[in-house]
């Protein structure tokens, strides 16, 4: 299974963005697509994550202005950002799970990961 998200950019604080994560298998068949990121000299840090069935979590930093969808038709998921503020500069990944574990925000817990999109959000 290949994860390959896009859209990234640079944009000015307040902007929007959205990322897409295409996968080269039916994202129906994943338990969980999460959304990470990472900031230079910073650990990797969870996002969200779409679970099967159509709910959905975030971290409380982005709660209310990121929202993740997902269109299985076409085994994409996207993270709509919204609002966005210098500090969610990062590179972003997408990452799937085939399987319930319980611990959404772990990234060891995932299976797939895709290549990464850095976002850029000048002040």
């Known amino acids: 299974v290949q994860l390959q998200a896009s859209g990234g950019g640079l944009v000015q604080a307040g902007d929007s963005l959205r990322l897409s994560c295409a996968a080269s298998a039916s994202t129906g068949s994943f338990f969980a697509v999460g959304w990470f990121r990472q900031a230079p000299g910073k650990e990797r840090e969870f996002v969200g994550v779409s679970r099967r069935g159509g709910t959905t979590s975030y971290a409380d930093s982005v709660k209310g202005r990121f929202t993740i969808s997902r269109d299985n038709t076409k085994n994409t998921v996207h993270l709509q950002m919204n609002s966005l503020k210098p500090e969610d500069t990062a590179v972003y990944y997408c990452?799937?799970?085939?399987?319930?574990?319980?611990?959404?925000?772990?990234?060891?817990?995932?299976?797939?990961w895709g290549q990464g999109t850095l976002v850029t959000v000048s002040s």
């Open positions: 990452a799937a799970r085939q399987y319930y574990s319980g611990r959404d925000s772990y990234p060891i817990d995932y299976d797939y």
